[in-house]
């Protein structure tokens, strides 16, 4: 089972950015799709974005044209680059390669108003 560590949260006033990665204990680059989640408090973890291998990507309506995925596989690592904050982004972000991979403890996003 691939474990998984997220980082690069913080707080940020509406506007800014903030990159998110997520370093893998194993490789991914049999992990065809990895997603980035969130979760903020009170409601259910919803997906942000997700990535196959070849580099396709799906955005959640709410951050489109303001999140961008990508992954490096000799890296183990995925990347979820947030600009554009709004408050409503405010969660913690976790990320997620299905069956093959734990959930990790997830990084904190706060945007300010």
Do not use: H
């Not at 070849?54 to 992954?71: H, L, N, P, Q």
């Not at 000799?74 to 979820?80: G, H, K, M, S």
């Amino acid at each position: 089972q691939v474990q998984l560590v997220e980082s690069g949260g913080g707080l940020v006033q509406a506007g800014g950015s903030l990159r998110l990665s997520c370093a893998a204990s194993g490789s991914i680059f049999t992990i065809n799709i990895m997603g980035w989640y969130r979760q903020a408090l009170g409601k259910q973890r919803e997906l942000v974005a997700k990535i196959n291998s070849a580099g396709s990507t799906i955005y959640a309506d709410s951050v489109k044209g303001r999140f961008t995925i990508s992954r490096d596989n000799a890296r183990n690592t995925v990347y979820l680059q947030m600009n554009s904050l709004k408050f409503e982004d405010t969660a913690v972000y976790y990320c997620n390669g299905g069956p093959q991979t734990d959930w990790g403890q997830g990084t904190q996003v706060t945007v300010s108003r």
